[in-house]
């Protein structure tokens, strides 16, 4: 079963508008969406969740209408935002005591097992927390009501890079369970990377691509050569480049390149980069 | 809703503690005062303690954090309207007893009085929040504080107006002869018809906010 499944998704707003957006996510699988600021990553987010009402198009979560049952969804749903948003004066408790009457399947031992291994005070008021804690106090909320689905916005931003490193564990863990699944998203690629089973690229509210990340890196390389030698390659072979006075630098699509050439691997970030550049 | 409600109890603690101290204050000064203005002070205090919670939720972004949750948007808007009874009631039993003693310490306690006095209070309560709470879910707190003042402003001339109507029939229970007895059941019947209109129509702005 599909933990996630987006067709045909519409959002206007006066200078921004997601179009046409289709999207789907396996149970078990994580997917990372990768997009510029102002991409719709975040307003995708909040559609799925029901905070910003669509136009037009579905969003089902496991098969449900996300609006008709949203309060039924939300209760197998952790969400961290960019911005965790406790009341300032509340403590790490205070908030398990609020989350105990909020979910029905709140676990305070795992909560606190959070707090542990993520070094978070129990007692000390939200607002002397540094960004890093904040997130991670969003973390161990999300993870502690036995969510089946994760959807996690900038969720590793803030992090220094060993509670980064950490944090994407604890995701990594969270989907040995076949049932769980994860959305999300995130300027630092390097960290989907390290954790997605499946990428989508999102540029101006469009999707550029949705793929499986270890298909993208069998299918897509990277080639070093001069402007001309890049224009007798067949136009569909390439997907993005950069041009600079030492020459080209492109993403071409490995079986559409004659075996002569010599293609490198890439990443995903480069991968992103240069079709962004390659859409504008 | 009890997260949300436990939520806000929380927050009442620590941002209202100051309004708690000040109608106790003027609660007491009601006692050997005989003035409107001593005596609906602390229902005003609470009527406010809503507005200002909405206000520290916008700044905390709890606002929007909220609809990750598993709370309707019906429950995210009636939780308020509870903390405005909640206080409200408080601050009336507090006002209750203030001026019970009042006219017990003066020789002049009338039951017949006290009890039109508890039914008028909160329909004095309930109109700040009435219509500061669907302005504030439709604008939000920066905007929705202009009918504060509003609202504020009319009833300060509507406590001065009977304040004066209470001194020139000597004091506060000479207000009350000139009061049809019909006239406080109806008064009564506005106050809740206006609260109930206000929640419906906060619950329909807020449905349609997006976060």
Redesign the interface.
């Known amino acids: 079963m599909n933990a996630l499944e987006i067709k045909n998704l519409c959002k206007s707003y006066v200078d921004f508008s997601l179009d046409q957006f289709n999207l789907t996510l396996p149970s078990g699988c994580i997917m990372g969406l990768i997009g510029e600021n102002g991409a719709g990553k975040s307003t995708t987010i ?1 559609l799925i ?5 669509k136009d037009s198009g579905s969003i089902r979560i496991w098969g449900k209408d996300h609006q008709e049952n ?3 969804l ?2 197998d ?1 952790g ?1 961290v ?1 960019d ?8 403590t790490a408790k ?1 908030i398990s ?7 029905r399947s709140w676990d305070d031992r795992t909560y606190r097992k959070y707090l542990k291994n993520l070094s978070l005070p129990v007692d000390k008021p ?1 607002k002397e927390f540094s960004r890093g804690m904040r997130m991670k106090l969003g973390i161990a909320v999300a993870m502690s009501h036995n969510p089946k689905l994760l ?1 996690l916005d900038e969720a590793t931003s803030g992090l220094d890079p060993v509670v980064r490193d950490e944090v994407l564990d604890l995701f990594s863990e969270f989907t040995r369970d076949e049932s769980h699944s994860i959305l999300i998203s995130s300027h630092i690629v390097s960290d989907l990377e390290k954790i997605c089973d499946y990428i989508a690229f999102l540029h101006q509210g469009k999707l550029l691509l949705c793929e499986e990340k270890d298909r993208l890196l069998e299918e897509y390389g990277v080639i070093h050569c001069t402007a001309e030698q890049l224009k007798t390659l067949n136009a569909g072979a390439v997907k993005g480049k950069k041009q600079s006075p030492y020459g080209v630098e492109a993403i071409v699509a490995r079986n559409a390149v004659p075996s002569s050439w010599n293609v490198s691997p890439l990443d995903i970030e480069q991968l992103f980069v240069l079709m962004v550049k390659e859409a504008r | 809703m ?3 409600l ?2 806000d109890l ?2 009442t603690v ?2 209202c503690r100051a309004y708690f101290f000040i109608a106790i204050v003027f609660a007491l000064a009601s006692v050997w005062g005989n003035s409107w203005f001593f005596l609906a002070y602390p229902i005003i205090m609470a009527s406010v303690i809503p507005v200002n919670l909405i206000s ?2 916008e ?14 948007k019906k429950e995210i808007v009636s939780v308020k309207y509870i903390i405005t009874l909640i206080f409200l009631g408080l601050a009336i039993l507090l006002s209750g007893i203030t001026q019970t003693v009042h006219m017990l310490i003066q020789g002049t306690f009338d039951l017949e009085f006290l009890i039109v006095l508890l039914v008028l209070l909160p329909v004095v309560g309930v109109i700040c929040p009435s219509f500061m709470l669907p302005a504030i879910f439709k604008y939000g707190v920066e905007k929705g504080r202009l009918v504060f003042y509003g609202v504020m402003i009319f009833l300060c001339a509507l406590l001065a107006v009977l304040g004066a109507i209470g001194s020139v029939n000597d004091g506060l229970p000479g207000l009350f002869p000139s009061l049809q007895l019909w006239i406080v059941p109806l008064i009564l019947g506005i106050g809740v018809v206006l609260l109930i209109s206000s929640w419906l129509l906060s619950i329909r702005f807020y449905s ?1 906010k ?2």
């Not at chain 2, 700044?59 to 309707?72: D, E, L, M, Q, R």
């Open positions: 909040k969740l029901d905070m910003v009402n949203s309060r039924e939300k209760e749903i969400v935002l911005d965790v948003g406790f009341p300032e004066c509340l205070q005591n609020i989350m105990r009457y909020t979910y939200f959807i | 009890k997260g949300l436990l939520k929380y927050m620590k941002y520290y939720d700044k905390s972004k709890w606002s929007v954090y909220v609809g990750t949750f598993p709370y309707s349609t997006e976060g």
